[in-house]
């Protein structure tokens, strides 16, 4: 197997801190998804995964626009039979609200076998405490 080596690529991993408070949830995780790439990096290659991490923190108090906190749904089928499960963003908020950031930047990351590793840079806590304290953010 032939790996791709970007030679411009710094070898130092950059972190970014994002804050969720009282963002729109589309162009929120629209950053995110482009830091993540690293599109805004002048070594930019597509196919291959730059190393930028990502920490979004307080993704309890994200917005949305309009009625989408009832209108909004999110499926899963289980696979069987009358297996499709159906959520409201409100519920999903409820449950565990970094669910609903991590599956809209999984929906903007390509469809490839680089999301997987793009999305294993991401994290997320509901609130300001997060474990990456002694990190230099960018």
């Known amino acids: 197997m032939i790996k791709t ?70 499926y899963h089928y289980s696979g069987f039979h009358g297996g499709l499960k159906e959520k409201s963003l409100g519920t999903m908020r409820q449950e565990d609200s970094r669910q609903i950031i991590y599956i809209a930047v999984k929906g903007m990351l390509p469809k490839n076998k680089l999301r997987d590793k793009f999305l294993s840079n991401i994290k997320l806590y509901k609130n300001s405490d997060h474990k990456h304290k002694n990190i230099n953010f960018q």
């Open 5 to 74: 080596i970007n030679k411009n690529q710094d070898d130092k991993t950059k972190w970014f801190l994002f804050d969720a408070k009282d963002k729109i949830l589309g162009r929120f995780c629209t950053e995110i998804a482009d830091t993540v790439r690293g599109k805004k990096e002048t070594s930019f290659i597509e196919n291959a995964v730059c190393g930028n991490k990502v920490v979004v923190i307080n993704t309890d108090q994200i917005r949305v626009s309009g009625k989408k906190e009832e209108a909004k749904r999110y």
